[in-house]
């Protein structure tokens, strides 16, 4: 039987990952155990934060891929992939079809994970 890992030992092996691969790895998670990693919302709390969700911005958002930048094409593409889950060829097509949207209808809080994950590229990125 395999040695069960301590949390201390799981924790250094998290803080020696990239961004990008932490993400792969909650998705990983989250379709193993058919979890989410959203935080619960309290049912008392919720008509505050609506209110005060209306006055920050819009709750869904769009991730627009403007143009490579200074980014290579290839490197441009392999983000677009892990970003939307597409084959390699539709996100190839997606980057050659510029400006497009990259993710649609998804929070604003996601939006800028995944445009830090396209601009670290080189690429330039909008969210609207």
């Known amino acids: 039987m395999a040695e069960k890992l301590t949390n201390e030992q799981i924790i250094d092996t998290l803080k020696q990952?990239?961004?990008?691969?932490?993400?792969?790895?909650?998705?990983?998670?989250?379709?193993?155990?058919?979890?989410?990693?959203?935080?619960?919302?309290?049912?008392?709390?919720?008509?505050?934060?609506?209110?005060?969700?209306?006055?920050?911005?819009?709750?869904?958002?769009?991730?627009?891929?403007?143009?490579?930048?200074?980014?290579?094409?290839?490197?441009?593409?392999?983000?677009?992939?892990?970003?939307?889950?597409l084959g390699l060829m539709d996100a190839k097509k997606l980057v050659d079809a510029l400006p497009c949207a990259i993710k649609e209808k998804i929070s604003p809080v996601e939006a800028e994970a995944h445009a830090k994950t396209i601009k670290d590229t080189g690429a330039e990125v909008e969210i609207k």
Do not use: Y
């Not at 990239?18 to 619960?40: C, D, H, I, M, R």
């Not at 919302?41 to 209110?51: I, M, N, Q, S, Y």
């Open 17 to 85: 990952m990239s961004a990008l691969e932490l993400s792969n790895l909650v998705k990983e998670v989250e379709k193993e155990f058919g979890v989410t990693a959203a935080a619960p919302v309290a049912a008392a709390a919720a008509p505050a934060e609506e209110d005060e969700g209306a006055k920050k911005g819009p709750s869904e958002v769009t991730l627009f891929l403007k143009g490579l930048g200074t980014a290579g094409k290839v490197a441009v593409i392999k983000a677009v992939q892990t970003v939307t889950g």
